[in-house]
């Protein structure tokens, strides 16, 4: 089996990217776990970086709330925030190519080949998702991303309600806690309700919630699940939860794991003058 390594999020630290890639070994796969760009100085070449690698076989890439972000301000339905660091996107003129293939990208990934039955996330999953709904739901959304009027569609995703998830659900609110789950999770109850104001790390949740990879008997708890998103976690290793955002952005480190029976973890300095919230 070729070595696959999972990379945490690279919001836009290019030279960063390409120094972990140098020192991974040769003809190496990834699987990059969403925030591929975003407050980070070039986030323009990390798409371009990371866009290669895909077309060349050599990389996925997950979406996570930064990309779905420039999606949105590529559409025109967003306002720009104030640590934004897409302008050189929006200008470039492979603009619309790379935005065509942003929009061509997974919510989650599954591999079972090699016995490794490990599911990728940027951000969470619901307990009540088993591996297979979990899929499923996100090929939901990337089908109306896909779609050639997908920037209705975004108009509508953002929002904190409904904050639970009930399969009755449809339209504008299914979509939501589909999309709140996968890119913006950390906390929720042990039914599956979701807390977003909460930044900190696992150990200073709301009262009555949890991390959502701590809820009792979730559905996914026999796979292994890898994760970014969470950089106060910092990088986090429990039996089957891997979490990967080590927050290159804020100074800490990019990371990649190895997948397999004996993870190998990877790691290059981040950047040196962080941006802070």
């Known amino acids: 089996m070729d070595s696959i390594f999972a990379i ?8 960063q990217l390409k120094q972990l890639i140098k020192k991974l070994p040769k003809d190496s796969k990834i699987i990059c776990v969403g925030d591929l760009v975003n407050r980070g100085p070039d986030s323009l070449g990390a798409l371009r970086t990371l866009k290669a690698l ?20 590529d559409a025109g339905i967003r306002d720009p925030k104030s640590l934004d ?46 591996v297979t709904k979990t899929l499923e739901l ?26 639970q998830w009930n399969d ?12 709140n789950s996968f890119t913006r999770l950390r906390f929720c109850t042990a039914r599956g309700v979701m807390e977003f104001e909460s930044k900190e790390g696992a150990g200073d949740a709301p009262k009555g919630y949890m991390p959502w990879f701590d809820v009792p008997n979730r559905k996914t708890q026999d796979a292994k699940v890898v994760f ?21 952005v804020w100074g800490g480190q990019l990371t990649a794991m190895s997948l397999g029976k004996r993870p190998q973890f990877i790691q290059v300095l981040g950047l040196k003058r962080p941006v802070r919230y």
């Open 168 to 179: 009755k659900l449809k339209g504008a609110k299914r979509l939501r806690v589909i999309i």
């Open 85 to 130: 660091t897409l302008d050189d996107i929006l200008k470039a003129p492979d603009r619309k190519e790379l935005i065509d293939w942003l929009r061509h990208r997974p919510m989650a990934l599954y591999s079972g080949k090699e016995n490794l039955n490990t599911l990728f996330v940027h951000a969470g999953i619901l307990p009540q998702w088993s």
């Open 138 to 163: 996100a090929h939901e959304f990337e089908k109306v991303l896909r779609h050639k009027n997908y920037a209705k569609s975004l108009v509508e995703i953002y929002g904190n309600t409904p904050n």
């Open 54 to 73: 895909q077309e060349s076989g050599q990389a996925e890439c997950i979406l996570g709330n930064h990309d779905l972000h420039l999606l949105a301000r």
């Open 228 to 248: 970014g998103h969470w950089s106060t976690l910092g990088l986090l290793k429990k039996k089957n939860v891997v979490g990967l955002d080590t927050g290159c």
């Open 8 to 15: 945490g999020d690279v919001q836009g630290c290019n030279q």
